[in-house]
């Protein structure tokens, strides 16, 4: 397995990470005998950065992972987040929290549904505005003093909150969405990464799955698939969206790769400190995906994936207004 650093001095992980949210939320139909197999199969092949937070399911994530994990510890990077509260009578509703007196009932929380002693990095999943991020990076730095967490992160912070909270304590990783069809992170944030010497995260760097080019139709999701309500996947904008996704396929089709592939392989390019967390709860997607560290883009493919995916180009915006409200503060 390829590995890259987070950051400049940081833990070396292995060059593609697995976000587990898809497992247990957001998109569909559950399997967790799957899921496991998928975490053990990941590991089997090298991958080492494992990416969850207590918000998937709410809690049932973590759980999952832990149940993975055992008797596996010594394998794994292990990455959770906290922030990010939903209410219980309504799945759709969010909350922000960065309390410092939060950030510590978060943490025994994860530490035991995961069933470890140690996170090796925590993030901040939303940044709370009520809340200088300098009270909460301050809490979630007493809990490296305590041996509880080993690295800290921030998520869809913008590059000012970034700065300030690297001042605080260093920040080893900065957890953005980040493809082909998503770019905001060009905007600053991963200047800025790079100007202090912070890992990059890139979270959905196959588009929410419709960057693989399999998703013809809104009617693809099951019901309780989030991507339903998202802008990108309505209407127009799927249409839009579509046309754009299948000069990707065609493309991969003449380089005789899967669209995935090549959409994984164009985040990867981007830099040495990048390090991908692609999404999926299926060992054969799994198989696939980590088979794009076999693909290496030539600058002529590049110029073309950017011909045909240049910044903004894809239509919506990435989450509804409520979404769109907690990210880049």
Known sequence: ???????????????????????????????????????????????????????????????????????????VFLATKFGIQRADDDPYARGVNGRPEYVRRAVEGSLK????????????????????IEDTVGAMAELVEEGKVRYLGLSEAAPDTLRRAHAVHPITALQTEYSLWTRDAEEGPLQ??????????????????????????????????????????????FQKNLQLVERVKALAEEKGV?????????????????????????????????????LTLGDDDLQRLAAIFPPRAAAGSRYGEEGMATVGR
């Open 258 to 294: 899967l669209p995935a592939q090549l959409a994984l392989a164009w985040v990867l390019a981007q830099g040495k400190d990048i390090v991908p967390i692609f999404g999926t709860k299926r060992r054969r997607y799994l198989q696939e995906n980590l088979a794009t560290l076999n």
């Open 1 to 75: 397995m390829q590995t890259r650093q987070l950051g400049n001095g940081g833990p070396r992980v292995s060059a593609l990470g697995l976000g587990c949210m898809g497992m247990s939320d957001f998109y569909g139909h559950r399997d967790d005998r799957e899921s496991i197999a998928t975490i053990h199969a990941a590991l089997e092949k090298g991958v080492t950065l494992i990416d969850t937070a207590d918000m998937y399911g709410p809690h049932t994530n973590e759980e999952l992972v832990g149940k993975a994990l055992a008797g596996k510890r010594e394998q």
């Open 192 to 237: 800025t990464c790079r100007e202090l010497g912070v890992g990059f995260v890139p979270y959905s760097p196959l588009g929410r799955g419709f960057l693989t080019g399999a998703i013809q139709s809104p009617e693809d999701f099951d019901v309780d698939d989030f991507r339903r309500h998202n802008p990108r996947f309505q209407g127009e904008n």
């Open 113 to 132: 549904r995961l069933d470890v002693e140690t996170i090796d990095l925590y993030y901040q999943h939303r940044i709370d505005p009520t809340v200088p």
